[in-house]
Each structure stands twice: as C-alpha cells, then as structure tokens.
C-alpha cells in the first residue's frame, strides 16, 4: 500500500526511461511515459485498500503509516482536537488496521518475505 500511495501522491521517476537528449522536442507527445502509467496504475490498488476502512480510520493510516508519525505524536495531535485518547488504544487501531491490510495484501506481502523482505 505504502509504495502505492507513494506513486498516487508523488509519482515515479521516469529513471528507466532513457531519452537521448537529441530527440528532446517542443509539441504534443504520442502519450504518458511509463512512469505515469505506472503511477496510475497504482491508483486502483490505493483506492481499494482504503475502501476497507472509515474516514476516521483514514487519517489515523495517512498520518501514521504514510507520513511515518509516532503514535505519540499522533495522539498528542487528536488532544490538540479536544479528543480524549491513549497510546495503548490508539495502537490498537493501529494493529488492526495493519491487520485488515496484511490480509488484503497476503499475496504480496508472502512474495516480499520469500525474497528476504522485512516487512
């Protein structure tokens, strides 16, 4: 999910790419390069992992998991919003959202760890 969330926002480099710089010119292209097909193709992936979850459930995985806060933090920022919460709970959350997405994402995650991957 993080990779394609990643390509949604940011997109990817177009690395693999290689243009010589000769056949740079000014007009209308033939269509996107790879790298932005790629990065819509990443759409539906995002879109469907984040329909398994609520609004509320929304911001706790932007913040938490895509933008790499600390639970503390986060809890510290839902205090500056008049709402009452703990570390212990919130964590909770959390486990089971990573839950809910390891299970959507078993498949791949299974492929990352035979290839050596720490997930």
């Known amino acids: 999910?993080?990779?394609?969330a990643d390509a949604v926002a940011i997109g990817y480099s177009g690395?693999?790419?290689?243009v010589p710089i000769q056949s740079l010119s000014y007009g209308p292209?033939?269509?996107p390069g790879q790298?932005?097909?790629?990065s819509v193709?990443?759409?539906p992936v995002y879109r469907r992992a984040m329909q398994l979850f609520c609004a509320?459930?929304?911001?706790?995985?932007?913040?938490i998991i895509l933008s790499n806060w600390r639970v503390r933090r986060w809890c510290e920022y839902r205090?500056?919003?008049?709402?009452?919460?703990?570390?212990?709970?919130?964590?909770g959350?959390?486990?089971?959202?990573?839950?809910?997405?390891?299970?959507?994402?078993?498949?791949e995650v299974e492929q990352d760890l035979q290839h050596g991957a720490v997930v």
């Open 93 to 107: 959350k959390l486990l089971a959202i990573l839950d809910v997405l390891t299970e959507h994402f078993a498949a």
């Open 35 to 38: 790298a932005a097909l790629r």
């Open 15 to 18: 690395v693999g790419e290689l």
């Open 1 to 4: 999910m993080r990779a394609a």
């Open 29 to 31: 292209r033939t269509g």
């Open 56 to 63: 509320s459930q929304w911001e706790l995985i932007v913040h």
């Open 79 to 91: 205090r500056e919003q008049g709402l009452v919460v703990t570390p212990a709970h919130e964590m």
């Open 41 to 43: 193709r990443a759409w």
